[in-house]
């Protein structure tokens, strides 16, 4: 299905050994000072709560990966972890808030980790006997019956209306406040960094990888001496840690948890993310939530199909990008490390301007025929790529029909030169 | 009391014929293919939508025949296009692709037909009471759906059973790789058998519009249930939806019409209620009503761990 | 001496049919042994049921002395069998230096700890290293071992099987689908890594069987009709008979 999850281990000679320790750290180095920095360069108002959206989203991405793309198992049910660790969250800190335990917001996303943790072990123990369809069936019953209970259970779940929580109202750890959307955007960076590095570490064990062994032949791995059950179990309980951790988060950030947040919604969502980033990559996950991310939010500003678009991206996706956003980058890691990346901006260009106008003419489409069908009878007009449109008359549907055909046209016309160009670039150096 | 097992029992058969039409679909479709179709419900609720907007123009009956039509003709080109390229990526890559036509197709019935509930009524020939037991009536359109409902299943049971394509069908259900050495274009026959699938979703989604309601959810509501029903039967087995179909239909109409709660029933069976406050205690005071959309979802889960191929079924993937 | 494989009364049938009838076999420690038979005959299925692939149906096995009737495959891994398959069953992608490595993270104690990076572990770089010299492949280690060519997914697979230190190996038609130069180099590759240790191998090439195995035994319809040494078997007039093909390759 996909690549390596990571370039194996260099050659034993040292230096190289050396130097590919010191790429890691500076590009984690790197990660925390763009992290640091980035609340200070893009001051638009609406961006911090954005970013804050983006790093829960990266923490239960990351976490859905250790089981899809590390571990193959596919899960339809794996936001009833953060949900279930966002819950427990929300009522320690309204415990908190009252006095009745002592626990400051900074130590809360781990409370919602072994809420969590806890939780993916109940479940973790009849679900893990097999990957596969059964594995996916069995967690989209796990969620719907969570789901379904929350309405039932009212004290813990709070009904309809939710649990809801005030982050303002805990005691203090070295007088670190968390009244404004920048200071709980700090707090979300440093989990967020934090438990990256150790589910990337915890791919790096014994645990790890013999998750991605039994991914590829659970047989095999049975045959050197491991327990499928038990590799995928501890995948399943460490997965479920660290969505936990991501529900605390989201307690912190939103202070509201509802049913919702655990059901099927929530779980396709991060289904989407991480496999559009890339299953098959660390990275992809990160890359995959912070795409979505700014598209939900970005796209509902401007349109109410933003998951008709999120859901064609994800098909196209699927059908022919099965290597997601990080997978493509990755193929292009020979042509840059050959230098011959430049050579490639020019067919890419305009492909992607044909691409571009074939897009343009698809939404125009789309957003016209979503005005026929919601609008009232009285308006004839919509506002569509910053121009009034007159949605009734033929001349807007014929104008955007013809951008999709030309636009695909040129595309197909331009394509082949864009993958000879790629190819060109990515041999290997030293053949004529 | 009789009142209520009688027609629950009436009520759950219909509800179960439905079931086993939207299940048989997609259990041809697993057995075949290996693939659990996510999208499946979304054609059922494709089939809705096309028969209302199609009832306004044409009528109810010509609704009847072309919706399905259109329906099973969209699923062949969903399998052709987007399922058969998927198909050499395995089991898990395929259901995430379905995963995706699902979320697609309902947000495209939501763009194209918009967000509230559509009046897809019952058609003026069947609005009326077909016969009265003591105080409750029996309408004459839930008889009809009875009806369709045999018919389809004594239609695919004949297919199946008595035509060459049936039995080509029923050996590609078990062993697909045989049956393509032995010279049938077994893709085609997938593409049919995906079509066909559809378009009894799509048919369910006609019948079951009027009665079930029309609005953007309503792939979700019945999409878990069929899946429930498909892998208790057991995956692959048309007997088994048959049987699972009923067996959850009549069950769950059952239960919702009960409203005893679960603390009086088992303390009918001696068992005492626990604490008086906070979650054991609205565990207990839960009606059975309360609990029957989740019941599915256990036995489910249940069936899942004690016998992943399910009641009749013969393969778990 | 207590056997390394012992089996007593072994049944197995599937259904209504019976494949394996009654199979009573003892294979010597240290030795190198050889099971044939024509096709059908049961032997991978025997190989199945002494690995825990299938459970017999009636009668004991025993490992080294200890009964592993009816455990699961990782089990009897543990006290120490090992085996490889006929259709090559490696971890398609993961390099093949990774391959080797998740071979023998459990026999070097490494479990399920997730506190571990393996990547530090030299004592498990160190023995991953050895069996990758020993398999020719250290120049093929960063390849995801999907891409390897049909020999080297073969030596691989012998590999996979030899790296947690096993000291019962069975070979499940090891040289299948090779040339006759890559038979010998397997041979002489199974001869180094099963230096001192039991082995049993299911084969088919009997220039293979004569020169490695120090005793045969022949599988016939599910029961063993002859086990004993190269030279009576290739006269038993019995195995000849049951057993069309031993002259021919033999002699």
Known sequence: ?432 | MFELIFFSVLNGLVFGMLLFMLSSGLTLIFGMMGVLNFAHAGFYMLGAYLAYTLSRYLGFWPALLVAPLLVGIIGALVERFGLRRVHRFGHVAELIFTFGVAIVIEEIVQLVWGRPAKAYEVPALLDFALFRFMQTSFPAYKAFMLLISVAIFVFLFAILTRTRAGLIIQASLTHPGMVAMLGHNVPRVFMVVFGIGSALAGLAGVIAGPVLGTFPGMAQVLGSIVFVVVVIGGLGSLTGAFVASLLIGIVQTFAVALDISVGSVLAAAGLPPLGTTGVLHELWQVTVAQVAPIMPYVLLVLILIIRPTGLFGTRET | MTPAIELVDVRKSFGPTQIIRGVSLAIEAGTRQAVIGPNGAGKSTLFNLITGKYPVSTGHIRLKGESITGRRPYEINRRGLSRSFQVTNIFPWLSVFENVRCSLLWSMGYRYSFWHRVDNAADVRERAEVVLEQLNLTARRHVPAGMLSYAEQRALEIGITIAGGADVILLDEPTSGMSRSETEQVVQLIREVTAGKTLLMVEHDMSVVFDLADRIAVLVYGEVIAHDTPERIRASAAVQEAYLGVPQGAA
């Open chain 1, 1 to 432: 299905m996909s690549t390596p999850a990571r370039a194996t281990a260099p050659a034993l000679a040292v230096p190289a050994l050396a130097r590919a320790r010191w790429r890691r750290y500076a590009a984690w180095l790197a990660a925390v000072l763009v992290v640091a920095v980035l609340p200070h360069v893009v001051t638009a108002p609406a961006a911090v709560p954005v970013m804050n959206q983006m790093g829960i989203a990266i923490v239960f991405a990351l976490s859905y990966n250790m089981l899809l793309g590390q571990g193959g198992m596919l899960s339809f049910g794996h936001a009833v972890y953060l949900g279930l660790g966002g819950f427990i969250a929300a009522h320690a800190l309204n415990l908190a808030a009252r006095d009745v335990l002592y626990l400051p917001v900074p130590l809360l996303p781990l409370v919602g980790g072994l809420g969590g943790l806890f939780f993916g072990a109940l479940f973790g123990s009849f679900s893990t006997r097999r990957a596969g369809t059964v594995f996916a069936m069995i967690s989209l019953g796990v969620g719907e019956l969570m789901a379904a209970s929350s309405l039932i259970l009212n004290a813990f779940f709070g009904g309809e209306e939710g649990i809801t929580a005030n982050r303002t109202k805990a005691p203090l750890l070295l007088g670190l406040e968390f009244t404004t959307d920048r200071q709980v955007y700090y707090l979300i960076a440093f989990w967020a960094l934090a438990t990256a590095a150790l589910m990337y570490g915890f791919s790096r064990t014994p645990a790890g990888r013999m998750a991605n062994a039994v991914r590829d032949n659970p047989e095999r791995a049975e045959f050197v001496g491991y327990s499928a059950q038990r590799v995928r179990f501890v995948s399943f309980c460490a997965s479920g840690f660290f969505a936990g951790i991501a529900g605390g988060l989201f307690a912190i950030n939103y202070e509201i948890l509802t049913a919702e947040n655990m059901g099927l919604t929530a779980s396709g969502a991060v289904l989407l993310m991480t496999y559009i980033g890339g299953i098959g990559y660390f990275m992809g996950p990160i890359i995959g939530a912070v795409v979505f991310t700014f598209l939900q939010s970005m796209l509902s500003d401007y349109t109410g199909m933003w998951l008709l678009y999120l859901g064609i991206l994800f098909l196209a996706t699927v059908l022919y990008v099965p290597a997601g956003l990080a997978g493509l980058l990755m193929m292009h890691a020979p042509a840059w490390r050959a230098g011959r990346f430049r050579r490639l901006l020019g067919p890419y260009a305009l492909t992607a301007l044909f691409g571009l106008v074939a897009a343009v003419g698809v939404i125009g489409l789309l957003e016209m025929v979503h005005f026929m069908a919601a609008a009232s009878a009285a308006r004839s007009t919509k506002r569509l790529f910053w121009m009034t449109v007159h949605v009734r008359t033929l001349w807007p549907w014929l104008a955007f029909a013809a951008l999709l055909v030309a636009g695909a046209a040129g595309a197909r016309r331009a394509a082949p030169a864009a993958a000879a160009a790629f190819n060109e670039a990515s041999r290997p150096a030293g053949l004529p």
